[in-house]
Antibody
Framework: EVQLVESGGGLVKPGGSLRLSCAAS????????MSWVRQAPGKGLEWVGR??????????EYAAPVKGRFTISRDDSKNTLYLQMNSLKTEDTAVYFC?????????WGQGTLVTVSS | DIVMTQSPDSLAVSLGERATINCKSS????????????LAWYQQKPGQPPNLVIN???TRESGVPDRFSGSGSGTDFTLTISSLQAEDVAVYYC?????????FGGGTKVEIK
Protein backbone atom coordinates (compact mmCIF):
# COMPACT_ATOMS: atom_id res chain seq x y z
CA GLU A 1 0.00 0.00 0.00
CA VAL A 2 1.33 3.41 -0.98
CA GLN A 3 1.87 5.73 1.97
CA LEU A 4 2.94 9.35 1.83
CA VAL A 5 3.39 11.16 5.12
CA GLU A 6 4.13 14.88 5.19
CA SER A 7 5.72 16.65 8.14
CA GLY A 8 7.37 19.93 9.00
CA GLY A 9 4.43 22.30 8.82
CA GLY A 10 3.76 24.96 11.41
CA LEU A 11 3.53 28.66 12.13
CA VAL A 12 6.19 30.92 10.63
CA LYS A 13 6.54 34.68 10.31
CA PRO A 14 6.52 36.42 6.94
CA GLY A 15 9.99 36.30 5.44
CA GLY A 16 10.81 33.12 7.32
CA SER A 17 11.71 29.64 6.11
CA LEU A 18 10.38 26.15 6.57
CA ARG A 19 11.28 22.73 5.21
CA LEU A 20 8.61 20.15 4.59
CA SER A 21 9.31 16.45 4.26
CA CYS A 22 7.30 13.66 2.68
CA ALA A 23 8.20 10.11 3.70
CA ALA A 24 7.21 7.57 1.08
CA SER A 25 6.63 3.83 1.38
CA UNK A 26 4.84 1.02 -0.41
CA UNK A 27 6.30 1.72 -3.83
CA UNK A 28 9.68 2.13 -5.51
CA UNK A 29 10.33 5.76 -4.68
CA UNK A 30 13.35 6.20 -6.94
CA UNK A 31 11.19 5.18 -9.92
CA UNK A 32 8.56 7.82 -9.23
CA UNK A 33 8.22 11.45 -10.14
CA MET A 34 6.74 13.44 -7.28
CA SER A 35 4.96 16.72 -6.81
CA TRP A 36 3.74 19.19 -4.22
CA VAL A 37 0.24 20.63 -4.36
CA ARG A 38 -1.15 23.16 -1.91
CA GLN A 39 -4.58 24.27 -0.80
CA ALA A 40 -5.20 27.56 0.96
CA PRO A 41 -7.91 27.43 3.65
CA GLY A 42 -11.31 27.09 2.01
CA LYS A 43 -9.82 27.38 -1.47
CA GLY A 44 -9.00 25.13 -4.39
CA LEU A 45 -5.95 23.13 -5.37
CA GLU A 46 -2.76 24.77 -6.60
CA TRP A 47 0.17 22.94 -8.15
CA VAL A 48 3.46 23.95 -6.54
CA GLY A 49 5.89 21.93 -8.64
CA ARG A 50 7.29 18.54 -9.49
CA UNK A 51 10.56 16.64 -9.56
CA UNK A 52 11.34 13.87 -12.01
CA UNK A 53 13.09 10.68 -10.97
CA UNK A 54 16.87 10.88 -11.03
CA UNK A 55 17.12 8.37 -13.89
CA UNK A 56 15.02 10.83 -15.89
CA UNK A 57 17.29 13.73 -15.07
CA UNK A 58 15.78 14.69 -11.73
CA UNK A 59 14.64 17.99 -13.21
CA UNK A 60 12.36 20.28 -11.27
CA GLU A 61 9.64 22.66 -12.39
CA TYR A 62 7.84 25.23 -10.28
CA ALA A 63 4.68 27.25 -10.42
CA ALA A 64 5.27 30.96 -10.99
CA PRO A 65 4.15 32.13 -7.50
CA VAL A 66 6.85 30.05 -5.78
CA LYS A 67 9.67 30.06 -8.34
CA GLY A 68 12.88 31.44 -6.84
CA ARG A 69 11.61 30.99 -3.27
CA PHE A 70 10.80 27.27 -3.03
CA THR A 71 13.08 24.32 -3.77
CA ILE A 72 11.94 20.76 -4.35
CA SER A 73 14.46 17.98 -3.78
CA ARG A 74 14.53 14.28 -3.09
CA ASP A 75 16.70 11.79 -1.24
CA ASP A 76 16.11 8.41 -2.79
CA SER A 77 18.26 6.71 -0.14
CA LYS A 78 15.73 7.89 2.46
CA ASN A 79 12.61 7.59 0.28
CA THR A 80 11.89 11.20 1.11
CA LEU A 81 10.72 14.24 -0.82
CA TYR A 82 11.42 17.74 0.42
CA LEU A 83 10.06 21.24 -0.05
CA GLN A 84 12.31 24.03 1.15
CA MET A 85 10.31 27.23 1.46
CA ASN A 86 12.10 30.57 1.86
CA SER A 87 10.93 34.17 1.93
CA LEU A 88 7.49 32.99 2.96
CA LYS A 89 4.50 35.25 2.40
CA THR A 90 1.09 35.28 4.06
CA GLU A 91 -0.38 34.01 0.79
CA ASP A 92 1.69 30.83 1.14
CA THR A 93 -0.58 29.79 4.03
CA ALA A 94 -2.02 26.44 2.97
CA VAL A 95 -2.12 22.71 3.49
CA TYR A 96 0.74 21.25 1.49
CA PHE A 97 0.26 17.81 -0.04
CA CYS A 98 2.88 15.60 -1.59
CA UNK A 99 1.70 13.26 -4.32
CA UNK A 100 3.01 10.84 -6.88
CA UNK A 101 3.18 12.44 -10.29
CA UNK A 102 2.41 11.00 -13.69
CA UNK A 103 1.08 14.28 -14.92
CA UNK A 104 -1.96 13.47 -12.85
CA UNK A 105 -1.58 12.70 -9.13
CA UNK A 106 -2.61 9.19 -8.19
CA UNK A 107 -1.49 8.89 -4.56
CA TRP A 108 -1.61 11.71 -2.00
CA GLY A 109 -0.48 12.28 1.53
CA GLN A 110 -2.78 13.73 4.19
CA GLY A 111 -1.04 17.09 4.01
CA THR A 112 0.69 19.39 6.47
CA LEU A 113 -0.51 22.88 7.36
CA VAL A 114 1.78 25.86 6.91
CA THR A 115 0.62 29.13 8.44
CA VAL A 116 2.49 32.32 7.61
CA SER A 117 1.50 35.03 10.00
CA SER A 118 3.07 37.69 12.19
CA ASP B 1 -0.77 28.77 -18.60
CA ILE B 2 -3.88 26.73 -19.41
CA VAL B 3 -6.87 28.04 -17.50
CA MET B 4 -9.43 25.48 -16.35
CA THR B 5 -12.96 26.74 -15.80
CA GLN B 6 -15.53 24.58 -14.02
CA SER B 7 -19.26 25.02 -13.89
CA PRO B 8 -21.35 25.22 -11.89
CA ASP B 9 -19.59 26.30 -8.70
CA SER B 10 -22.04 24.16 -6.75
CA LEU B 11 -25.03 21.96 -7.36
CA ALA B 12 -27.60 20.19 -5.24
CA VAL B 13 -28.98 16.92 -6.56
CA SER B 14 -31.51 14.51 -5.08
CA LEU B 15 -30.33 11.07 -4.07
CA GLY B 16 -30.43 8.74 -7.05
CA GLU B 17 -30.48 11.58 -9.56
CA ARG B 18 -27.79 12.57 -12.07
CA ALA B 19 -25.09 15.12 -11.32
CA THR B 20 -23.19 16.74 -14.16
CA ILE B 21 -20.07 18.88 -13.79
CA ASN B 22 -18.46 20.73 -16.67
CA CYS B 23 -14.85 21.71 -17.22
CA LYS B 24 -13.47 23.86 -20.00
CA SER B 25 -9.81 24.41 -20.80
CA SER B 26 -8.47 27.59 -22.38
CA UNK B 27 -6.64 25.51 -24.98
CA UNK B 28 -6.88 21.94 -26.18
CA UNK B 29 -5.46 19.24 -23.92
CA UNK B 30 -5.72 16.60 -26.62
CA UNK B 31 -2.31 15.33 -27.67
CA UNK B 32 -2.66 14.46 -31.34
CA UNK B 33 0.20 11.94 -31.49
CA UNK B 34 -1.52 9.53 -29.11
CA UNK B 35 -5.10 10.85 -29.27
CA UNK B 36 -5.23 11.19 -25.48
CA UNK B 37 -6.81 13.97 -23.50
CA UNK B 38 -4.56 15.01 -20.62
CA LEU B 39 -7.43 15.64 -18.22
CA ALA B 40 -8.13 14.21 -14.77
CA TRP B 41 -10.94 14.49 -12.23
CA TYR B 42 -10.55 14.41 -8.45
CA GLN B 43 -13.00 14.07 -5.58
CA GLN B 44 -12.19 15.77 -2.30
CA LYS B 45 -14.18 15.22 0.88
CA PRO B 46 -13.81 17.55 3.88
CA GLY B 47 -10.57 17.08 5.76
CA GLN B 48 -9.22 14.60 3.23
CA PRO B 49 -6.73 14.81 0.37
CA PRO B 50 -8.04 14.68 -3.18
CA ASN B 51 -8.82 11.27 -4.61
CA LEU B 52 -8.19 10.54 -8.30
CA VAL B 53 -11.45 9.45 -9.90
CA ILE B 54 -10.88 9.70 -13.65
CA ASN B 55 -7.76 10.12 -15.78
CA UNK B 56 -7.21 10.52 -19.50
CA UNK B 57 -10.64 12.22 -19.47
CA UNK B 58 -12.62 8.98 -19.36
CA THR B 59 -10.64 6.20 -17.63
CA ARG B 60 -12.08 5.36 -14.26
CA GLU B 61 -9.55 4.60 -11.53
CA SER B 62 -9.58 1.16 -9.94
CA GLY B 63 -12.14 0.97 -7.16
CA VAL B 64 -14.18 3.94 -8.36
CA PRO B 65 -17.87 3.07 -8.69
CA ASP B 66 -19.15 2.81 -12.25
CA ARG B 67 -21.72 5.53 -11.57
CA PHE B 68 -18.81 7.93 -12.19
CA SER B 69 -17.98 8.61 -15.82
CA GLY B 70 -15.91 11.15 -17.71
CA SER B 71 -16.40 12.37 -21.24
CA GLY B 72 -15.31 15.07 -23.64
CA SER B 73 -12.34 15.94 -25.77
CA GLY B 74 -10.19 18.89 -26.71
CA THR B 75 -11.38 21.72 -24.53
CA ASP B 76 -14.73 20.58 -23.12
CA PHE B 77 -15.15 17.86 -20.55
CA THR B 78 -17.85 16.47 -18.27
CA LEU B 79 -17.89 14.40 -15.11
CA THR B 80 -21.19 12.61 -14.58
CA ILE B 81 -22.42 10.85 -11.48
CA SER B 82 -25.30 8.81 -12.85
CA SER B 83 -27.10 8.14 -9.57
CA LEU B 84 -25.94 10.33 -6.70
CA GLN B 85 -25.24 8.58 -3.42
CA ALA B 86 -24.77 10.20 -0.01
CA GLU B 87 -21.07 9.30 -0.03
CA ASP B 88 -20.56 11.31 -3.24
CA VAL B 89 -20.99 14.62 -1.42
CA ALA B 90 -17.66 16.32 -2.06
CA VAL B 91 -15.88 18.96 -4.08
CA TYR B 92 -14.79 17.83 -7.53
CA TYR B 93 -11.83 19.29 -9.42
CA CYS B 94 -10.68 18.90 -12.99
CA UNK B 95 -6.97 19.11 -13.78
CA UNK B 96 -5.04 19.40 -17.02
CA UNK B 97 -1.66 17.73 -17.23
CA UNK B 98 -1.05 18.46 -20.90
CA UNK B 99 1.63 20.94 -20.00
CA UNK B 100 3.29 22.46 -16.97
CA UNK B 101 2.30 24.26 -14.92
CA UNK B 102 -0.36 21.69 -14.23
CA UNK B 103 -3.55 23.59 -13.50
CA PHE B 104 -6.79 22.81 -11.70
CA GLY B 105 -10.31 24.06 -12.11
CA GLY B 106 -11.83 26.03 -9.26
CA GLY B 107 -13.90 23.12 -8.00
CA THR B 108 -17.58 22.17 -7.95
CA LYS B 109 -19.30 21.42 -4.66
CA VAL B 110 -21.87 18.62 -4.91
CA GLU B 111 -24.53 18.43 -2.23
CA ILE B 112 -27.74 16.52 -1.59
CA LYS B 113 -30.98 18.34 -2.35
Amino acid sequence: EVQLVESGGGLVKPGGSLRLSCAASGFTFNNAAMSWVRQAPGKGLEWVGRIKMNTDGGTVEYAAPVKGRFTISRDDSKNTLYLQMNSLKTEDTAVYFCATYSGYNKDWGQGTLVTVSS
Amino acid sequence: DIVMTQSPDSLAVSLGERATINCKSSQSVLYSSNNKNYLAWYQQKPGQPPNLVINWASTRESGVPDRFSGSGSGTDFTLTISSLQAEDVAVYYCQQFYTTPVTFGGGTKVEIK
